[in-house]
């Protein structure tokens, strides 16, 4: 796959994801390591690539549900602790971390990728259209819907649901937000969507739904969240999210695509807690 078509894949679902996948030579021909043969996997330390502000993933006092869920990893397959390499999810994420063997796995990656290596998929979710209760859209379920027509709705430029709404014409009042922000310095993409939201400052926001799931749930406010699943045309909703490791990391691979097996309802529990809305293979919502 070309790189510029990787790269526009990433840049479908959110700021969270919006990877570079420019690995280094150093980082894809390895020699033997720390783990298995061929392998520069830490046995006893579970060393992850997180963005270190960047909820509701990661953080650095280990509030997201990816420090969770790599508590959980740490604790099934042995390791001793859990040690983060910092770097906010922007252009260079992937060569300053795992490309530089600084770390040994993304916890949150969109299934696609060739530069990185991904595991099975360990959720699916959708973008999600989120109002204010009783504010004049209750109901609405589709991008499409003639209520949204006149209505200031916030989305990221460029991504699928930006699509489907310029095919239905709501792009003239829309507010767009940016795809990548450097967390270091300013709130992540989806904090500020529902914090105007909330402010009155747009009527309705569409963003992807581990973060449009969270922030609705953590904001002092009636919000209501629809996942995108009836849209009749334009691009697709739903995305499957994996973990990556480095192309050489074949038996971290199944180490983990073992664990995913093992503990997926333990883990569907860990993302509902969040509110991130989970889909499974028929489009239907995971409740439990």
Same mark, same amino acid.
């Given at each position: 796959?070309?790189?510029?078509? @990787?790269?526009? *894949?990433?840049?479908? *679902? ?5 990877? /570079? ?36 993933? @990661? ?62 998929? +360990? +959720?699916? /979710? ?56 450097? @967390?270091?310095? /300013? ?26 799931? +969270? ?32 192309? /050489? ?24 807690? +969040? ?14």
């Amino acid at each position: 796959m070309p790189a510029g078509r @990787t790269t526009a *894949i990433f840049r479908r *679902i959110a700021a969270a994801l919006a990877l /570079s996948l420019a690995l280094p030579a150093s980082g894809m021909a390895q020699t033997a390591g720390l783990g298995a043969a061929g392998e520069l996997v830490d046995p006893e330390v579970l060393r992850v690539c997180a963005d270190p502000a960047n909820m509701p993933f @990661t953080n650095q006092n280990g509030e997201g549900f990816e420090n969770k869920l790599a508590d959980m990893i740490a604790a099934k397959l042995g390791r001793k602790s859990v040690r983060y390499t910092w770097f906010p999810m922007a252009t260079g994420f992937v060569r300053n971390t795992l490309g530089a063997n600084r770390c040994d796995i993304i916890l949150g990656y969109p299934l696609g990728g060739e530069l990185v290596q991904s595991t099975n998929p +360990y +959720y699916r /979710s959708t973008y999600v259209l989120v109002y204010k209760k009783g504010a004049g859209l209750d109901g609405v379920e589709t991008i499409e819907d003639p209520r949204l027509k006149d209505k200031k709705i916030g989305v990221v430029g460029g991504t699928p649901p930006a699509s489907n709404m310029a095919a239905a014409k709501l792009m003239q009042n829309a507010k767009d937000y940016p795809l990548m922000v450097d @967390t270091r310095s /300013s709130p992540t993409m989806g904090e500020l969507m529902i914090r105007d939201l909330v402010n009155d400052e747009i009527d309705a926001a569409v963003l992807w739904g581990p973060m449009g799931g +969270y922030f609705a749930k953590q904001a002092n406010s009636d919000l209501v969240v629809v996942p995108l699943l009836k849209e009749k045309v334009g691009s697709r909703m739903n995305y499957r999210i994996t973990m990556a490791v480095r192309p /050489s990391d074949q038996e971290w691979k199944r180490s983990l695509n073992r664990f995913i097996q093992e503990n997926q309802s333990e883990i569907n529990k860990l993302l509902l807690s +969040y509110g991130v809305p989970l889909l499974d293979e028929h489009d239907n919502l995971i409740t439990q």
